[in-house]
Structure formats: C-alpha cells, structure tokens
C-alpha cells in the first residue's frame, strides 16, 4: 500500500498550533496500575491496549519530534489525515503481532502453557473488534495473511527472548508518513524509540501475568 502523502520540512510552515491532548493521554496511559492477567480475555484486552499504546506513542511522538513546537494531531490536510490513518492501522496489526507472539511464547516456556492455538483466536477476535473501529476490510486481509505467515515459523521456545518486538519498529520506520530523506537520518533513533516502549509494556506484563 502505497501512502498518498509524506511530511516533509516544507510543511512546517503549513500547520498550526491546536490542542494535542489526545496524544498527552496515551503518552502517560501505560503508568495507570492494572489487575493481574488471570485469564484468556484479560490477556486479550492486555494485548489489545497495550498494542494501541505503543502505536499512538511512538507514531504521534516521532510526528511531533519531527515537527517541533508546531505539533498537532488534527491537521486541516485532509490527505495527510488519511496518511496518518493508512500508517497508524499497519504499524497497528503488526504490533499486535508481535505482542502475541510475545505472551504465548513467554507463557509456553515459563508457564509450559500448551493450549498455543490461542494465539491465532485473539488475533482473530482482536481483528474483529477493530472492524467496528473502521479499520480498513484490505488491512485486515493483509494482516491476517502475515499472521499466518509468521505463526509457520514461529519457534516458541524463545521467540519472548530473542527480539520480538522488531517488526513493530521496522513498520514504524517503513509506515510513518516522513519524507525518505528526513527517516533515513533518523532510522536508528525511531527504531530503538519502539524497542523502549515495548520494554515498558513487558516489565508490565511480567508483574501482571498470572496464568
């Protein structure tokens, strides 16, 4: 899928200040404490959130790094929106990916948790609660078709150990709707910007997973 609009420095001239809020909210979201996971759905809603959180955080964040003090979440560029949609749901399916890939792993080899066919259930269920968000019919062909792609190959054993969180950073990196130029000088710092994310989310998960 090819983005219809890319940010490039010219457009900072272009935007204007408004309330960013939204962002704000996500930003501090993942501090909030939580219950124990105990079960299926918990984790499914873990999942779920904490996907969400880690793409609002670092898609919106590397957008608002990139354009300074003049930062804002709703532009009056209708095709720049659309741009920021189209990368938020690809960061998104992949995010969630990773994550479940994650927690099924870590529960096989620390849990001996062996009912692993669940992973592809949340995935689909996940999916499927999305559809009333509007996530788009095409993306959730796509990212059913990578799922299954992924899932042949998983090694479960040790996926948890040996960085999981990788494709999330490279969708970061491929969907973020920055000119090319301005992204290749800021690939390793928008890389290690999900890979710290993700650490927070799995210091949570490590205190709340009880199986």
Known sequence: MT?????SLNDLKKIKYQDF???LFALFK????????????????????????VTQVTLYGYLKTRMG??????FDNEVFLSSINKAKWNIYIIAI????????????????YKD???????????????TKNNMP????NEAKKTFNERLDKIEWENYYNKYPFNQSALALFKWAPIADDLKNLDRKIVLNSVILKWDIVKKEFYKRINF
């Open 30 to 53: 993942a501090f909030i404490p939580h219950k124990k996971i105990k079960d299926l759905e918990e984790l499914e809603t873990f999942i779920q959130n904490k996907s969400a959180w």
């Open 116 to 130: 692993l066919d669940n992973a592809k259930l949340i995935f689909e269920n996940i999916l499927e609660n999305e």
């Open 21 to 23: 809020k939204t962002y």
């Open 3 to 7: 983005l219809k609009y890319k940010f």
């Open 69 to 74: 003090t003049r930062y804002v979440l709703h």
């Open 137 to 140: 019919i095409e993306i959730i």
């Open 97 to 112: 990916q990773d994550l479940i890939f994650f927690t099924f792993s870590y529960l096989k080899s620390v849990f001996n």
